[in-house]
């Protein structure tokens, strides 16, 4: 096997495990962190939003993996544009690691919630919620902006590049333009789309499948290289 076709294995890998951790991790945890006594059902569920956490973490990693082996392939049409990715994605998962802090700390106030007396009660719960403010706009720059410009910029080279087919990249590029749309749409207080996030997630899994059985051109790296 050579290198590429190990690269483009093991980058596909790394989508699935990302979206697989990701997703049993909102299984998880959203149904704690956007009810309407958060510290009450984190400090019943403990055990779940460990796990939760744990596999928020595991998506970082692979997030950050995506970047490094990515950039073996991507240097051979754009050296700076490879950087960039690379980059976006090691920020990208720094952000996701960051999302853990606030929903731990917000699992040990809970705790305390639950043994203060109703005097207290309120200066927990502004506590919570400002965890969980803090909690949801880094995830909101880590996926909606930082994420959407690493899309952006791995799109584009797979296009212009011809290192899969172009239905594929381009269908990832217009679907990070979603992705950004709605960061902004939503970080001016305006209801976002949310259903077109949908698109770069089917997109991820069809493009990782690809690499698995498929993998990059052979005629296009070549032609990248020289």
Do not use: C
């Amino acid at each position: 096997m050579d290198t590429n076709r190990k690269i483009a294995i093991i980058v596909g890998i790394f989508y699935i495990t990302a979206t697989v951790a990701y997703s049993i991790a909102m299984i998880l945890l959203d149904p704690i962190l956007s009810a309407s006594d958060p510290l009450v059902r984190a400090s019943e569920n403990a055990n779940q939003v460990i796990l939760g956490t744990l596999l928020v973490l595991v998506d970082a990693v692979a997030v950050v993996g995506i970047g490094i082996w990515m950039y073996q392939v991507l240097k051979k049409h754009s050296q700076a544009l490879a950087l960039g990715f690379t980059g976006t994605r090691i920020a990208e998962g720094i952000l996701f690691v960051m999302t853990i802090v606030p929903t731990l700390t917000l699992l040990t106030i809970s705790r305390e919630f639950v043994r203060a007396g109703a005097l207290d009660a309120p200066y927990y719960q502004v506590l919570g919620r400002m965890l969980l403010s803090a909690g949801n706009w880094i995830f909101l720059l880590g996926y909606g902006l930082v994420f959407a410009i690493s899309a952006l910029i791995l799109n584009f080279v797979l296009f212009r590049a011809k290192f899969v087919p172009r239905w594929l990249s381009g269908w990832g590029f217009i679907s990070a333009v979603f992705v950004l749309g709605n960061f902004f749409l939503h970080s001016y207080g305006i209801s976002s789309f949310e259903f077109l996030d949908f698109s770069i997630a089917i997109q991820e899994m069809v493009f990782a499948l690809w690499l698995i059985i498929k993998g990059f051109d052979p005629a296009a790296l070549a032609a990248g290289t020289a």
